[in-house]
């Protein structure tokens, strides 16, 4: 059991480590630089190997085989400016979430195999250990998620494709809060403590995908994805026990919770302007609503816990984009988006480390083809308002959130 949670750690930190801001829940950015070039267009015209992971029903047009890796990195960060003036300002502000993708048409020519393996769910926010939310808010919260995703898919008629997938999800979480022992005993002057909870979990999901080419240069994609359940177990440690706690806490004790990701239905039209650009648009639907409260067992010391059910009352909640590329030569394709992301958390019961805001992101990107090869650039930046908090559960929540976000995106691909 040692070796394999080894294994599985050293294949997590290979595989990416979080960012910090991305208004929509748990769900991280498209997974290549070419879907992130044009975010709001994601579905319809991806055509190369990361298709598998966006949508598996583009997979039976392909006939060659292709691998490629793409690794977004992503700048993030919040400010939060308390109702009585104090401030906390999240720091380490950049992540990165690599992906892997295979497509491979089967002999006899009918199917066509899909792999990916992605980062879909993630966030990861830190504040300063001596920040004034030490003792009201976790100053870290991370998770992290690991996707393998193999799929099939096959033309039905010279139209229509399909386009089927299982998804196997892996997920970690870890939860740090500083514990005031002083106050929780009534002896001022006692030294605080850290309170960490660390749990992983395994969930499967299942995918459905279609792409219907109505006309000629004209077609419509739809996609769905199972909601996916992952139970968390771990451990939870408490430092700095003093001696007259001694008797009520341990210093390590079980940890096990639950997170509900939500299912998915994407809906997208693209068409061709003409024999070098095209553009589509998506709508995204997001069931968040099934995430409505995060329920933490510490064990023995469960009691010791500031709360050990946190309200969410998420919501589910839709996305909106537009996307274009052009090939400007046979080798250079250049690429621009727009999507607007509605947030799921309503302000009552927003903390301030999954804060967020609804947002809208603008990306450019290029691509460059020479033989087999094939190379992708994207960078997206975050439009934000900022989002003043009034009726928070939690008064000590209340205040006004400021938000800076910056991807970048690089792919590589090789077709055989």
């Known amino acids: 059991m040692k070796t394999i949670r080894m294994i599985q750690t050293a294949a997590l930190l290979t595989l990416g480590i979080s960012l910090t801001t991305h208004?929509?829940?748990f769900r991280n950015p498209p997974e290549s630089a070419a879907a992130i070039g044009k975010i709001g267009g994601t579905y319809a015209w991806m055509e190369d190997a990361s298709a598998a992971a966006r949508n598996p029903a583009n997979l039976a047009s392909m006939t060659q085989t292709m691998v490629s890796a793409s690794l977004t990195m992503g700048y993030g960060k919040k400010e939060f400016t308390m109702m009585d003036g104090a401030k906390a300002e999240s720091e380490n502000p950049?992540?990165?979430?690599?992906?892997?993708?295979?497509?491979?048409?089967?002999?006899?020519g009918k199917w066509t195999a899909g792999f990916a393996l992605t980062t879909p769910y993630g966030r990861s926010t830190e504040f300063p250990t001596d920040s004034p939310l030490r003792y009201a808010s976790p100053y870290?919260?991370?998770?992290?998620?690991?996707d393998f995703h193999p799929s099939l898919a096959t033309k039905i008629n010279e139209t229509l494709s399909i386009g089927v997938g299982v998804h196997v999800l892996w997920s970690d979480l870890s939860i740090k809060q500083i514990y005031p022992w002083g106050a929780a005993l009534g002896a001022p002057g006692l030294p605080d403590g850290t309170a960490t909870l660390d749990g992983d979990g395994y969930g499967i999901a299942g995918s459905l995908a279609l792409t219907w080419d109505l006309a000629e240069g004209q077609r419509l994609a739809l996609?769905?994805?199972?909601?996916?359940?992952?139970?968390?177990?771990?451990?939870?440690?408490?430092?700095?026990i003093p001696p007259p706690a001694a008797g009520l806490a341990a210093s390590t004790s079980d940890f096990d919770t639950e997170i509900t990701y939500p299912s998915v239905i994407a809906l997208a039209y693209g068409i061709k302007v003409n024999e070098k650009v095209r553009v589509e648009a998506n709508i995204e639907w997001i069931e968040h609503s099934q995430f409505d409260q995060l329920q933490l067992d510490a064990g023995r010391n469960t009691p010791l816990l500031p709360q050990s059910t946190v309200a969410a009352d998420w919501e589910d909640n839709f996305t909106y984009g537009i996307g274009a590329e052009w090939d400007v030569t046979d080798a250079w394709t250049l690429r621009a988006g727009y999507l607007y992301l509605e947030t799921p958390i309503p302000s009552s019961t927003m903390?301030?480390?999954?804060?967020?805001?609804?947002?809208?992101?603008?990306?450019?990107?290029?691509?460059?083809?020479?033989?087999?090869?094939?190379?992708?650039?994207?960078?997206?930046?975050?439009?934000?308002?900022?989002?003043?908090?009034?009726?928070?559960?939690?008064?000590?929540?209340?205040?006004?959130?400021?938000?800076?976000?910056?991807?970048?995106?690089?792919?590589?691909?090789?077709?055989f």
């Not at 939690?394 to 691909?413: K, R």
């Open 23 to 25: 208004a929509d829940g």
């Open 94 to 108: 950049w992540g990165y979430l690599p992906s892997l993708f295979a497509v491979v048409p089967l002999e006899g």
């Open 140 to 146: 870290f919260t991370e998770l992290r998620s690991m």
């Open 223 to 240: 996609t769905y994805r199972t909601q996916t359940q992952v139970d968390y177990e771990g451990d939870t440690r408490l430092s700095n």
């Open 351 to 415: 903390i301030p480390t999954i804060a967020e805001e609804d947002q809208s992101v603008v990306s450019v990107g290029c691509g460059y083809t020479q033989g087999p090869h094939q190379i992708d650039l994207a960078y997206a930046i975050g439009l934000f308002d900022g989002r003043n908090v009034r009726d928070n559960v939690n008064p000590a929540y209340n205040g006004d959130y400021d938000f800076e976000s910056h991807l970048i995106s690089l792919s590589y691909g090789y077709t």
